[in-house]
């Protein structure tokens, strides 16, 4: 890794690390300080061994992909340590981020009726503040299938909320 390299990760690594940190806050409620910096840690690590796969302009939403796969491989590694726990004593409840993060009962319920896909391109666009093209980087999928994916999903959430 050169010198520009080790001084881009430095500057993309200062700028997002917050917003990054914020994001898997949000997804992951609730989440220990040690968990966060964890996460946190192998986004950067992704991030260092790709520096030039980061691209110029979109280097937010890009980690922020980052982040979302690192998430779901954090959550696989939990699932399957959960599996296992299972076998051995019951667990109790337990609430997601939406449940923790959305006051709002019709909204929540409007929410937890959609897709996963659907709900995550609401949150991306939504909480974290993405346009359509920054959610095609961070989906990895092109601009127009991003437009509709948001589009879509809008529809399906304005429909469950006109029911309740």
């Known amino acids: 890794m ?3 390299s ?3 990760l430095r500057k993309l690594a200062h700028e997002h690390s917050p917003k990054i940190a914020s994001y898997l806050k949000r997804r992951a409620y609730p989440l220990s300080e040690a968990d966060l910096e964890d996460l946190l840690e192998e986004v950067l690590e992704v991030v260092w061994r790709r520096i ?3 691209p110029e302009r979109f ?3 890009w980690m922020i992909g980052v982040a979302r796969n690192v ?3 954090a959550r696989r590694k939990d699932h399957r340590r959960r599996a296992m726990q299972s076998r051995l004593t019951p667990l109790g409840d337990t609430s997601s981020a939406e449940d923790q993060v959305i006051a709002d009962a019709e ?3 409007a929410l937890s009726r959609l897709k996963p896909s659907d709900r995550e391109v609401l949150l991306l666009h939504f909480w974290d503040g993405l346009d359509v ?3 095609a980087v961070a989906l990895s999928i092109t601009r127009n299938n991003a437009k509709v994916r948001l ?3 809008m529809s399906r959430l304005r429909a469950f909320l006109a029911e309740a």
């Open 151 to 153: 589009s879509r999903a």
């Open 59 to 61: 280097e937010l939403p």
């Open 2 to 4: 050169g010198l520009a």
């Open 6 to 8: 080790d001084e881009r």
């Open 52 to 54: 030039g796969d980061v």
């Open 107 to 109: 909204l929540n319920r």
């Open 133 to 135: 093209e920054e959610l």
């Open 71 to 73: 998430l779901n491989n």
